[in-house]
């Protein structure tokens, strides 16, 4: 399984580093975020910026779960009905989403774990759990810068 990963370019030195803080993810317990289409995850970056997409330098890489076990959030946690909530203040999402990866994290059970996305209905992010023994054998690409289609200049 491939998973995309987009991050703006000035981030490129710390491009595959875990994120502590999320609706998923905890200081505790860093997780990288990816998802199964690079549409996916720029439509996660436009909800976070907030700013025009032709105003980003975007990158984008991905990676190669090499057929590591990928479990389904849904198969074995029950996920509120509030999960998907936005954020009060910035950065603070409900607690349960947290508590289920931090729970996931500790039992090592899975190198990623699939979960919908908050910001498109019907699709999939893919959080990786870096502290996971398999982690060193997945394989990582350079990010490369990502072009947009120039439709995205267009001012609505």
Known sequence: MIVHRVQLTRYLPTFWRPSKTGRWT????PIIYTSDCAATCLLEIMMHTGGPMNELDLSEGTIDLKNRQVIQIEDHYELPDEWKSPPLVHGDYH???????THWVSQKTSIAINVPSATVNGSRNILIDPSHPDFKQLVFSDPKRLTLDRRFDHKR
């Open 26 to 29: 905890s200081e505790t317990s």
């Open 95 to 101: 607690t349960a989403p947290r508590e289920i990866i």
